[in-house]
Structures are given as C-alpha cells and as structure tokens.
C-alpha cells in the first residue's frame, strides 16, 4: 500500500531520482544517428525533469548545471548561426522584425540574436543625416559617470555649448566619474535648439503625431488672430535659421511639418559646394507648386501693367524653384542601364536571326511622345466620332510614374544653390506647411538647429544610465546602458561617440532607432566630381564632427541602425 501523501506536497515528487533517470535515457535509446542530432534541437519537455535542469539561483555559476550534449562554444564570440545566448553582451543586437529598438531597457535581461555587421573596422564611421529618436548605449564599464551632474559642471557644459568650445579628451580615462572635462563634454553633447516651445505637446516627430498632440491644449486651434501671431514669430526665426546658414555660421538646421520634413545644409556640407535643401516625403501637387513658385506675381506684374518700358520681345516667365529628385532619377538610370545591357545580349544572341538587330534599333513608344495634340484626326475626318480624352486624364497618363513615388522615399526633392531661397520664400507662404484641421491645426513647424538663433530656446536630451545582467556562457555577466533620448541630430550623435569612446574605454555598442520619413536624407546632394573648398570653423560642431558630416552620404535612403565601437574602431549596419 503506498504511504499517503504529506499535507502540502505533490504526488508528482515521491521519486524524483526515477525521473531524471527516465529523462536521460530518452535521447541514448535512439538508434538513428540522425534522430540523435535533432534530440538537442527538440522543445525541452514540461515536467519535472525541465525544472530540475534548471540552475539553483542559490548556487554559484561554477556548480551550474551545463548541458552534456551542448557542444562547446568559445566565450568570446558566438557563431551567426548559434546561440544567441552564449553571446557576451557586447554581441546583443535586435534581430530582424524583433521590437529591440523600442523596448525598455530591462529587455537587457533576455538573449538576443546576432546581427551582422561589417568586417573591416574603421576609425570612422559615415554620415547619417535621419533624426533618431532613440540610441541605447551597451558596455562592460558603467555609465555612472553621466549621472548626477553637479550644477557647475552642467552650467561649464552649457557655456562650451553656446561658446563653441573644442574639448580634448584623452584616448582613455580611468576615472570617468572624477574627470570633470569628460561630464561638462558629455552635457555640451546633449544640447540642441527647438522653436517653438511648447513644453505640453511632443513637438517631434510631427508625422504621424496626431494620437499624442490629441486632447492636450490647444488655444489656437479656433483663433485666427493667434494662429497668425505664432506663424509672423516662426517666420522671422526661420528667416534668422537661414541667414545664418548663408553666413556658414549654422551647419544645418531641419524644418518639421505635419506633411514632410525639410533639410537646410551650408555649402561645404554633405560634399555640395553649395547650400542645399532636401525634402521628404513629397507629392505630386507639392511640387507643381515649386514649379510654378512665383509665376502668379509675375503674371499680376504684366497684367496691371507696372512695366511701362516697351519691350521688343515677350518676357520669358520665371523658372520656378528649379529642384531634382535623386532617387528618382538614380532608380530610371539604373533600369536603363539594365534595359542597355539585357538589349546588348539580345542582340548578340539574334545576329544570325537579322530581323532581331533591326527591331532593337528602333526606340521603344513612349508616353512622353504624346504630346496631347488630336490634329491625326482632324486629317481623317473622324474629330467628331471619336471621343477624345480630357487634359487633365492626358497629364495624369504622363505623370503615373511621378505620381507612384508620392509619400514614398524616392519622392525626395534635392534644391541646390540660390534656389534654396526661393524655397524659403515658398514655405512661408505654403498653405500645406501648417495643418488647417486636427490635433496639429494651426501648430507651426518644428525647428531644429545644433546652433542658436532668434527666437530659439535651448533645450537637451533626456540621458539616463541603467545597469541588468546579460546572459552569457556559464551564466550572466553584468551590463551597463544608457540611454538617450529626444530629437538626437547628426552632429549630436557623432559627439556622443566622441565621448563615451574615453568614458568607455573604446568599446560599447549601439542601438538606434531612427525617425523613417528621415532616413532619405542620406541621399547623395551633389556629383561625386564636385570638389567642396568651403570651409565652416566659425558653425559651432567639433572639428571632427564637422570632417564627418563634410562628407558625402552613402547610406542611401537607409539610416545606420546598430554601431559598435571596438578597440576604438567602428563597425555598423545600416
């Protein structure tokens, strides 16, 4: 008769020592060698025997319980293909379609795959003009040094900023939290300029942001006089921004609406020897407004009569705002060069056949031929039998390819040189610029400059350090982050880096989480021929900051999104 069971206790446990026995017989009475390799890969089964092999949190890591049949791993790097958690922290990265970038920092705790990244290091790494939104930084050292700044060292750290001071770091520090220089840099670090301030409402990003500006105050909504007031003092600090963009006194600065995002960059920036603008997203009625910027006025000059000198010959009309859509124009060079290449080996192919050769001769009909013009059936007598398209169908058959890259990153329009002030001109009149319905209705668009300019107030990024423990081979190993976040812009991100390199004696990683309408700003703004002689000493970035983003982008519609630092080289993926 078996004995009954104690008060408390589960009849399951009577003989566990039978169970683990019965457990690991399983995967030794399989005949198949096959079957015997996949045994490791199958689910762990639910029963006691999974909470046995589970480690005593009471025990030290060297008496953990370790797998027999797991093959060993070295503890420095772990395979692409292997397990994630045999990774030292350093190697944790999200894996793709995983929500790492958006997570809270205590995701620390859990492996993570292991995402490829370049193998040939670099001193530096490239330009990324997307605004982030969120960087979490990892390292073996803690970030403790970047809390709790004394007020003197936050008021050294504004004054740097605002008096453009070049801070030298050494290549290693060994007491972080004792260096004052490194605290005031890292604060200088975190500064940026917004306009306007609203400190109730998240005045970035703008797009998409209609959920979170909902039900919070807004007293312009419903009147006009004051909707006016706010759009006069935006106008004279976008005015201010741009004059001093001119003057190379400001690198860059952004222009944030509900509809799209604008761009500035001073010549010398980028690799342009002239100011540019980049915008995105776009559509196809914003840019037949920039084609016909100032065409209107023109033809109120003529008509009104206020040219009184004879003129000999018809004025020519303005060009409007003369811009170029790189994207666009890259993806039909490289379908043509295809289409050039695919007819090549055609035409080698067909020489015996003869008809082949002279097919491909002749151009393909295209849409563009069709110039509108329905004279071919005036000659045939048939104009009144035949129902004739309208002009607006016409135009809309020829502008389809334009039209499908609305709202997309190959929408990005590219202004350079003087027409950059046409364009200034153009939004402050634009009726889409500002949102007429809404949460954002009457709300101007966000400004945001690394410099200071009129009407701007200083604000900084919200930076908090936290420390968890990553799981490794053998057990957990401790690992400090920090993260970072508000509108981060370029050259906060590379002076970030240039920091945390000493702090954290060159190795830490990085996850950032980019703004995606952004991202398109990494298109190329000039020719690669195009030799840039400007120089900006007097803009107020670091002097390697200012050599990083001098450079011409080569991500493309892409945005960096993992960055690692070791042995104070950088590796990323974009």
């Given amino acids: 008769m078996a004995a009954p069971a104690e008060p408390g206790t589960s009849p399951g446990f009577k003989k566990p020592p039978a169970l683990l026995r019965l457990k690991r017989k399983r995967p030794g009475r399989r005949s198949d060698p096959a079957a015997t390799a996949e045994a490791p890969a199958a689910p762990a089964p639910r029963g006691p025997s999974a909470a046995a092999r589970r480690r005593n949190p009471f025990s030290s890591l060297d008496n953990a319980p370790q797998r027999a049949a797991a093959a060993p791993q070295p503890p420095a790097a772990a395979p692409a293909g292997g397990d994630p958690s045999a990774a030292p922290f350093w190697q944790v990265g999200p894996s793709p379609g995983s929500g790492v970038l958006s997570s809270q920092p205590s995701d620390l705790h859990s492996p993570l795959a292991v995402p490829k990244v370049p193998s040939s290091p670099r001193r530096e790494f490239p330009a990324d003009w997307s605004i982030k939104t969120r960087i979490l930084f990892m390292s073996s050292q803690p970030f403790s ?6 007020a003197q060292e936050e008021a050294q750290g504004f004054a740097q900023h605002c008096r453009a001071t070049e801070t030298t770091l050494p290549q290693s520090v060994q007491e972080p939290r004792l260096c004052t220089e490194l605290r005031c840099a890292f604060q200088q670090s975190l500064v940026y300029w917004l306009h306007p301030s609203l400190p109730w409402l998240p005045l970035f990003p703008r797009i998409g942001a209609d959920r979170k500006i909902a039900g919070k105050a807004c007293p312009w909504a419903q009147d006009e006089a004051l909707q006016q007031a706010l759009m006069s003092d935006w106008s004279v600090s976008f005015t201010s921004l741009y004059n ?32 540019t603008a980049a915008i995105t997203p776009t559509t196809r009625g914003l840019r037949e407004a920039m084609r016909s910027e100032g065409k209107s006025s023109w033809d109120c000059i003529t008509d009104t009569g206020a040219m009184t000198e004879p003129f000999t010959a018809p004025l020519p009309l303005p060009p409007g705002i003369e811009f170029s859509l790189p994207l666009l124009e890259e993806s039909r060079t490289r379908k043509q060069k295809n289409s050039e290449e695919s007819l ?18 002749e151009p393909a009909p295209s849409d563009d031929d069709d110039d509108g013009s329905f004279s071919w059936l005036e000659e045939m007598g048939v104009q009144d039998k035949v129902k004739k398209p309208d002009t607006i169908s016409i135009q809309l058959r020829k502008d389809k390819h334009e039209v499908q890259v609305d709202h997309r990153p190959e929408s990005l329009v590219l202004v350079r040189g003087s027409n950059t002030f046409t364009l200034l001109n153009f939004l402050i009149s634009c009726r889409s610029l500002v949102a007429v319905a809404g949460p954002q209705a009457g709300l101007p668009p966000t400004l945001l400059s690394p410099v200071a300019f009129r009407g701007g107030t200083m604000q900084t990024l ?16 401790d690992v400090f982050s920090l993260e970072v976040l508000g509108p981060i812009l370029p050259h906060a991100l590379h002076a970030l880096t240039l920091v945390l390199g000493p702090a954290q004696r060159g190795t830490f990683r990085a996850l950032l989480s980019p703004h995606e309408p952004s991202a398109a700003f990494n298109t190329r703004a000039a020719p690669p021929q195009e030799a840039v002689h400007q120089d900006l000493p007097g803009c107020g970035l670091h002097p390697k900051t200012l050599d990083q983003l001098s450079q011409c982008p080569t991500l493309g519609k892409s945005s960096i999104r993992l960055l690692e630092m070791k042995d104070y080289a950088y590796t990323w993926k974009a």
Avoid at 462 to 477: L, M, N, P, Y
């Fill in 462 to 477: 919200k930076a908090r350090s936290v420390s968890g423990r990553a799981r490794v081979q053998g057990g957990f190993e």
């Fill in 344 to 361: 090549e080996t055609e035409t080698a192919d067909g020489l015996g056949g003869g008809s082949s050769v002279e097919d491909a001769g």
């Fill in 145 to 150: 040094w970047a809390e709790h700044l004394k």
């Fill in 244 to 275: 001093l963009l001119r003057a190379r006194l400001c690198p860059y600065f952004y222009v944030c609406s509900a509809q799209f995002s604008v761009l500035f960059r001073a010549a010398g920036l980028a690799g342009s020897d002239v100011p």
